[in-house]
């Protein structure tokens, strides 16, 4: 996440999937991964949506809000202070590529201790998982998400949804790279599904349920597939 993105169309989808889950009972933490703003091409101009018909109906309140933010102060903050996801925790330390003053394992304990009482934790990368042509200790690492940093979330006893931005691979193709998600001892209990948003660039939401909330998340996912928001969500079918 940049904070440049604030309150883009990938916001009112992944915000807009969140509040219902906070009007479920659950309690949301969000780690931003916010990485440091870039310049060098169009992305986070994706606000169309604020004013097409195809999002009416979605969530109005969501979109009036997020309005404010794109023609205010356009920051993650500026999200937070909104309580646009009600009684949610965030995480928000900037997330930057290694150094000797940087160090990303005290960064990552630091967001488990400060995201530690949420039911469902949600991880925002700016990329996605981590790729294999960019090393975990590489310049560009801080747009990524390790694979340990979601297993240790799901250890913790929380369910874990997690961004990931599309590349231009067939599906079939794309989707092996989490296929690792079916083979970690660690998360041999979690049910695994995901949903794919495809408005601006087609990102995806990957789901790791503890047994505990798989039901009530699913119950989530059918709601918003039967509502407004079925127009721009499809599901995923997630397995070896």
Same mark, same amino acid.
């Given at each position: !996440?940049?904070?440049?993105? +604030?309150?883009?169309?990938?916001?009112?989808?992944?915000?807009?999937?969140?509040?219902?889950?906070?009007?479920?009972?659950?309690?949301?933490?969000?780690?931003?991964?916010?990485?440091?703003?870039?310049?060098?091409?169009?992305? &986070?101009?994706?606000?169309?949506?604020?004013? @097409?018909?195809?999002?009416?109906?979605?969530?109005?309140?969501?979109?009036?809000? =997020? &309005?404010? /933010? $794109?023609?205010?102060?356009? #920051?993650?903050?500026?999200?937070?202070? +909104?309580?646009? /996801?009600?009684? +949610? +925790?965030?995480?928000?330390?900037?997330? =930057?590529?290694?150094?000797?003053?940087? #160090?990303?394992?005290?960064?990552?304990?630091?967001?488990? @201790?400060q995201l530690q009482s949420a039911d469902i934790v949600f991880l925002d990368p700016d990329n996605g998982l981590l790729v294999k042509s960019v090393s975990p200790t590489g310049a560009? #690492?801080?747009?990524?998400?390790?694979?340990?940093?979601?297993?240790?979330?799901?250890?913790?006893?929380?369910?874990?949804?997690?961004?990931?931005?599309?590349?231009?691979?067939?599906?079939?193709?794309?989707?092996?790279?989490? !296929?690792? =998600?079916?083979?970690? @001892?660690?998360?041999?209990?979690?049910?695994?599904?995901? =949903?794919?948003? #495809?408005?601006?660039?087609?990102?995806?939401?990957?789901?790791?349920?503890?047994?505990?909330?798989?039901? &009530?998340?699913?119950? $989530?996912?059918?709601?918003? !597939?039967?509502?407004?928001?079925?127009?721009?969500? @499809?599901?995923?079918? !997630?397995?070896?």
């Open positions: !996440m940049q904070n440049r993105y +604030a309150g883009d169309v990938g916001d009112f989808g992944k915000i807009g999937l969140l509040r219902q889950l906070a009007a479920a009972g659950y309690h949301i933490g969000v780690n931003w991964y916010l990485a440091p703003d870039e310049s060098h091409n169009e992305d &986070g101009k994706h606000i169309g949506y604020l004013s @097409s018909k195809q999002f009416d109906g979605c969530d109005d309140v969501l979109r009036t809000a =997020l &309005g404010d /933010i $794109v023609f205010g102060q356009r #920051s993650i903050v500026a999200i937070e202070d +909104a309580e646009l /996801i009600p009684n +949610a +925790a965030y995480y928000h330390q900037p997330l =930057l590529p290694p150094s000797d003053a940087f #160090s990303r394992k005290l960064w990552h304990e630091a967001a488990l @201790s560009k #690492s801080c747009k990524y998400l390790f694979q340990q940093e979601v297993v240790d979330y799901y250890t913790h006893g929380q369910s874990v949804i997690f961004y990931n931005h599309r590349c231009r691979e067939q599906e079939e193709v794309y989707l092996q790279r989490f !296929m690792w =998600l079916f083979h970690i @001892s660690e998360l041999s209990n979690a049910e695994i599904t995901a =949903l794919k948003y #495809s408005r601006g660039s087609t990102r995806d939401y990957i789901c790791l349920m503890q047994t505990e909330h798989s039901a &009530g998340i699913k119950d $989530v996912i059918n709601q918003v !597939m039967q509502s407004n928001w079925k127009r721009h969500f @499809s599901t995923l079918e !997630m397995h070896l």
